[in-house]
Every structure is written in C-alpha cells, then in structure tokens.
C-alpha cells in the first residue's frame, strides 16, 4: 500500500498516524521454548503490528496468555515470523 505524505500533509493528517496504520499481518510455525528447552515442537499463530519485531514479542506475549504462564517466562520463538498481508 503506497501513500502519498503530502497528501495526507494538506488533510492534516499527521505522519505519525500513518505509519502506525502501516500493519501487516504475520504468521509464526515452529517449536516454542520456555527457558531454553522446547515445550512444544509445532505451535501456530498470527498476529498483527507494524515490525516483524513488534510481531514476535505479540507472539511470545500471546503463547504466555493463552498457556497460563506468568509474565516473566522466558518465552522464544526460534522459528520465522513471517509477513503474510500488508495494509491492515
């Protein structure tokens, strides 16, 4: 999705709103670690954000969420996130 900024500069909206309406939409397969050793081979999930970073973190904030574990476990995702949809 392309935008123009001085276009969006003469209908004031400001610039910092539009890159964080700049979401995409990123999936994660792969093993999950909890503390260095894998807890689970094949987890799958998606989530929504601006950076693969940003992705990851949702994605290590989700696993903890939806298991019941406490927010200081040290969850990794080995695996790829990866970016599947642009323009959310």
Avoid at 7 to 26: A, C, D, I, N, S
Avoid at 67 to 77: D, S
Wanted: aromatic share 10%.
């Amino acid at each position: 999705m392309i935008f123009d900024k001085e276009e969006h500069r003469q209908h004031g909206v400001p610039l910092f709103l539009l890159e964080e309406t700049m979401k995409k939409v990123y999936i994660y397969e792969g093993s999950v670690l909890k503390f260095g050793k894998c807890v689970e081979r094949c987890w799958r999930s998606s989530t929504i954000a601006p950076t693969a970073r940003k992705a990851r973190s949702n994605l290590a904030y989700q696993y903890k969420t939806t298991h019941n574990l406490q927010p200081y476990a040290a969850i990794t995702l080995p695996g790829k996130v990866v970016e599947v949809k642009e323009g959310i």
